[in-house]
DNA sequence: GGACCATTTTAGGTGTACCTAAATATTTAG
DNA sequence: CTAAATATTTAGGTACACCTAAAATGGTCC
């Protein structure tokens, strides 16, 4: 009755740990199966039974309780740095080197940054100057996994018209990350808020004559920060 | 009674066309299991299961009839070019801009190949000034597939002392590789060629002091052709 | 022309990562 | 507090890419 020990160094279990990371936000929450299921797209099913893999592996990957969410371990959570860490410097090689659309550098880097070897991370690293910020304004996790935590709150949440700075946009909707590159809305940028009735924003960039509306929910995907 | 139809868009499709390509010579021969097997590092039965596979496909990707070895179909042999064009684009490509050392550029390339997208092959090949040779010295296949032929010979075949200039090096030895790049052997440089006793073969690069001494084996990795 | 031997194929499994359907637990609402 | 709704897990599949062992084939050698 040997142990069958599994193999945990695949596409699929770095995709699960980066959901677990993202979902649970900075607070690292516990993160349901039907959140998970959704973000990752496979059946809940799928969830469950992954997440016993991970949780019963010899160094566990994730704490997990039936029924009662998950979260990472510290093993886990290393992992899943490391993924991200590679995500975000590819992301910065794709624009800044190769010179990529900005709304086509998730999509290739969400493949590459799980086979890349740790001399690629370290040579575009290099190439880059050690850069602290990707191209959409997310922070790299270091070497060593130390990453600052946010200062930023979600566009979404301003209830009166002012003036932010952007300071990240997400990657996730390729569409409407190139509608805001096309307004100028970019990492950095100064950015004037009207709140319009029915919960829609109004957004121009310092520089800019066009303005750009958007959904509450497309304004989740901008986060700002306060002038200063 | 449903044909199902399989997904052929694998990493592992890729590595068995490479296979027969590069198996098959430049006269596109037909390859043995036994030798796809060897080349591959899997059992013979796991390689007959494949060519089946392959054949059956609505659009087929090699010819195969059972115990009389395969060939690459046409959508094969350009599905192989494809990835081989892949590989040795990436090969120049982490040679070049990102400085690795010549022996590890090939362990690198051969697991990307399969990952990278049109746009990233396009952007290296442009940043890289639409390379012809690779930094081993092997041809580059061109987009539409088209490459020329090989007229240089292996060393190992050479019977006489002469003078020559290095053609290209394998890329699948990396100590090998790692030695010959150490004596000043790439490609491109001109080779006096000494046979000792017993089928070796000592090396001298033109400007270089110390000669290097090669097994029949490892001489087979090493392409020449006369000078001029 | 038959026996032998190497090659190749068939038959029957494994582990990974999914799936659907059914069962079960938890939460919410009346 | 219970019933309905929702969330989660269990049970029983599938496809892929391997594997080993056994059977079949085909060429060689006497
Ligand atoms: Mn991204
Ligand atoms: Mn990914
Ligand atoms: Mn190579
Ligand atoms: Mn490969």
């Known amino acids: ?7 945990l160094n695949t596409e699929s279990v770095d ?5 677990i990371f993202a979902l649970g936000g900075p607070e690292e929450e516990r993160v349901s199966s039907t959140a998970l299921a959704d973000r990752l797209g496979v059946a809940p099913a799928s969830i469950t039974n992954m997440l016993q893999k991970l949780a019963a592996a010899p160094v566990p990957l994730v704490e997990y309780e039936s029924r009662r969410g998950v979260r990472l371990s510290t093993a886990g959570r290393r992992r899943a740095l490391e993924i991200l860490r590679h995500h975000r410097l590819l992301e910065t090689f794709l624009y800044e080197v190769l010179g990529y659309p900005i709304e086509e550098v998730h999509a290739e880097a969400e493949r ?8 690629f991370e370290e040579r575009i690293d290099a190439k880059l100057g050690r850069p602290k910020f990707d191209p959409h304004g997310h922070c790299i996790p270091a070497l060593n996994g130390k990453m600052s935590k946010q200062t930023s709150r979600p566009l979404s949440d ?8 952007v300071d990240s946009i997400s990657d996730r909707d390729s569409v409407l990350l190139k509608r805001l590159n096309v307004h100028g809305i970019t990492p950095g940028v100064r950015l004037r808020v009207l709140m ?13 004559f066009k303005s750009l509306q958007l959904s509450l929910s497309d304004a989740g ?3 700002i920060r306060s002038i200063g």
């Open 112 to 119: 590459l940054e799980h086979f890349i070897s740790e001399r």
């Open 158 to 165: 301003i209830e009166e018209d002012g003036e932010f700075v």
């Open 196 to 208: 319009s009735s029915r919960g829609e924003f109004v957004l121009r960039a310092s520089g800019r």
């Open 221 to 223: 995907a901008v986060r």
């Open 1 to 7: 009755m040997t142990t069958r020990r599994v193999n």
């Open 15 to 19: 995709n699960y740990l980066k959901a």
